[in-house]
């Protein structure tokens, strides 16, 4: 049986969302109480759309959000994102919620209160956009699992001492991983056979965020990577 | 003149209360008259005018779910918390977030659908619906039109 995903709320991302999710084989049922965004989303074709609003339980029960597997709030106010939430959870029993919240303040609340991820558009488009701006051409860090964990996309130069050399000889810190090599536009998954080449890129996996600076010396970088 | 001039800060009950409508408003000036420490807090300052006269608490102006503003307005040293903004979800918000980050040992939260109350339970939330309220008065004035109660103008509750 099709897994069954409510999203309530939201225009353009629950649109946009929806198609995503019905592309990948999901059950996919919208709630919105404005009309006019219920006939643009009940043009997508195997979408359920009911129009209402989403806070009222038996709007929700009306949508059959006891038999959801996952919800997802996207209204644009918190205060709805969180009731509806844990109406889901409480009441209906969805196994995941998921809330978009304005307030980056307010994600760690909206977890404290049994919200299952709590997603900022805000902090997290300004994160990006950061990044971007200030990112330097050696690379980039993305942290994950709460900063624990840190992905790099590493260059590497002409004169790297790596260059030239199969993976299986290289001695990269302990804590370390080379996830991916991207060469000439193509991601290649390496073995320890996967011989480095001037103008690689490598996706650096890292539980150590200093370790990237040991990288660096071993690609031929000397700059220090930014951590974002 | 004298009580005015002594301040008991700490021995005096706090209430905040969030949402200056007509019932927020008339909850804020009566407790104010009756000699709690009253703050409140609304989105809009124009409706601080519905407040009596006499109103001598603190108002703030702004988003009563935002951690800083509740900081500010001092929901730290507050016993009561009541919401009766006239939204059901901010309220049930600004509950939680007295109960659950600040530790407020009273939250009240008004609510017009009384089934959304259901995700306040088991949090030590009281919640107060209004229709709930006139709907058992009007009942009991319907069933017994010459009713003691009814005619002193009382809620038979």
């Known amino acids: ?228 | 003149m004298k009580t005015i001039l002594s301040f008991k800060k700490d021995s005096k009950p706090q209430t905040l209360i969030i949402g200056c409508g007509r019932l927020g408003a008339n909850l804020a000036s009566r407790l104010s008259d009756a000699g709690d420490n009253v703050t409140i807090i609304n989105d809009n300052a124009d409706d601080f005018r519905k407040l009596s006269p006499s109103f001598g608490g603190l108002t703030f102006e702004g988003d009563g779910t935002n951690f800083e503003l509740l900081t500010a307005a001092g929901i730290r040293n507050c016993n009561r918390v009541v919401a009766v903004t006239n939204d059901d979800t901010t309220n049930l918000m600004v509950a939680q977030i007295a109960r659950k980050k600040f530790d407020v040992r009273q939250v009240i939260a008004r609510i017009n659908d009384p089934e959304r109350g259901a995700v306040c339970e088991e949090m030590a939330i009281q919640t107060i619906c209004p229709f709930d309220l006139a709907s058992q008065a009007l009942m009991a004035m319907i069933k017994d039109p010459a009713g003691p109660d009814s005619s002193k103008g009382e809620l038979p509750l």
């Open chain 1, 1 to 228: 049986m099709k897994q069954k995903i409510v999203i309530i709320g939201g225009r353009d991302n629950a649109r946009f969302l929806a198609k995503s999710l019905l592309t990948q084989k999901y059950h996919v049922t919208a709630i919105n109480k404005d009309y006019t965004c219920c006939t643009s989303l009940a043009e997508i074709d195997g979408l359920e759309v009911i129009h209402g609003d989403g806070t009222k339980p038996y709007v929700l029960e009306d949508a059959c959000v006891d038999q959801c597997a996952t919800a997802i709030a996207l209204t644009h106010r918190d205060a709805d994102n969180l009731i509806i939430c844990e109406l889901c959870k409480r009441q209906f029993h969805v196994q995941k919620t998921i809330s978009l919240v304005k307030d980056p303040e307010k994600i760690e609340f909206f977890k404290a209160m049994g919200v299952d991820a709590a997603v900022c558009a805000v902090s997290t488009v300004t994160g990006i956009i950061e990044r971007e701006a200030l990112k330097n051409d050696i690379a980039a860090l993305l942290p994950l699992g709460e900063g624990r964990v840190s992905v790099a996309d590493i260059p590497v130069s002409a004169d790297a001492a790596i260059s030239g050399k199969s993976l299986s000889v290289i001695t990269f810190p302990a804590d370390t991983v080379v996830g991916c090599i991207i060469r000439n536009g193509k991601s290649v998954i390496p073995g320890g056979d996967s011989v480095i080449l001037p103008g690689d890129r490598l996706i650096v996996i890292t539980s150590n965020a200093n370790s990237t600076n040991t990288i660096q010396a071993l690609t031929g970088n000397t700059a220090m990577p930014k951590v974002i």
